[in-house]
């Protein structure tokens, strides 16, 4: 068999055995991080490099299945935080009245709903009621309202309301006792006997 062989880069000489030392200064210098190999004709990577030029630095972090590693640090998807990639993140619409513990958005008193954008019942019903969600009939969007315990009114339940009216005592501070505030009249429950109509 008669053929010409043609050196790969580094090498010369009719059977390319022997280097050559002119064409050295073209090969690869693999980012400085390992040596280039004439006759496999590539870069032999250092020890904590990889990547066909040796320019990637290894990391020995394992940032699981939401991040990787680069230069020695964990590079988080999107998404993701932490030294390790392991907390989800919240939506920053969260961060405004809430706080986000891993992807889930815990509200502030007072803010209801997936982002905490929603308001919610003010004073959390002041402890005197529940606060419940209600249709606004005026646009089909959901609102928070508290529905006040019995003896209790107002936009918070901070309104304490005549509690009885039989003990010629003014419960609720309003400035008016028992058959003289109209609370007296309102309620059924509340109702003096001694009240005429």
């Known amino acids: 068999m008669s053929g010409i062989c043609i050196?790969?880069?580094?090498?010369?000489?009719?059977?390319?055995?022997?280097?050559?030392?002119e064409a050295?200064?073209?090969?690869?210098?693999?980012?400085?991080?390992?040596?280039?190999?004439?006759?496999?004709q590539q870069c032999v990577c250092d020890e904590r490099w990889s990547g066909s030029d040796c320019s990637q630095e290894r990391c020995d972090l394992d940032c699981g299945a939401n991040g990787h590693c680069?230069?020695?640090?964990c590079v988080c998807d999107d998404g993701w935080s932490g030294d390790k990639c392991l907390n989800r993140l919240c939506d920053p619409r969260c961060l405004?009245?809430?706080?986000?513990?891993?992807?889930?958005?815990i509200c502030s008193k007072g803010w209801n709903?997936?982002?905490?954008?929603?308001?919610?019942?003010l004073?959390?019903?002041?402890?005197?009621g529940d606060c419940v969600r209600q249709n606004l009939q005026s646009n089909d969007e959901l609102s928070w309202s508290c529905v006040?315990?019995?003896?209790?009114?107002?936009?918070?339940?901070?309104?304490?309301?005549?509690?009885?009216?039989?003990?010629?005592?003014?419960?609720?501070?309003?400035?008016?006792?028992?058959?003289?505030?109209?609370?007296?009249?309102?309620?059924?429950?509340?109702?003096?006997?001694?009240?005429?109509?």
Request: aromatic share 2%; charged share 25%; proline share 3%.
């Open 148 to 197: 006040c315990e019995l003896g209790y009114a107002g936009i918070d339940c901070s309104v304490a309301l005549e509690s009885n009216c039989d003990d010629n005592i003014d419960n609720d501070k309003d400035g008016l006792i028992d058959c003289a505030d109209p609370e007296c009249c309102q309620s059924e429950s509340l109702s003096s006997s001694s009240c005429s109509s």
């Open 113 to 121: 709903g997936k982002h905490c954008s929603l308001v919610g019942c």
């Open 123 to 128: 004073n959390d019903c002041s402890g005197h």
């Open 7 to 21: 050196c790969g880069k580094g090498w010369k000489g009719s059977d390319c055995s022997e280097p050559d030392n």
């Open 24 to 40: 050295i200064h073209c090969v690869s210098d693999c980012s400085g991080h390992g040596k280039f190999d004439p006759k496999q």
């Open 96 to 105: 405004e009245h809430g706080q986000c513990q891993n992807g889930s958005c």
């Open 70 to 73: 680069e230069d020695g640090e």
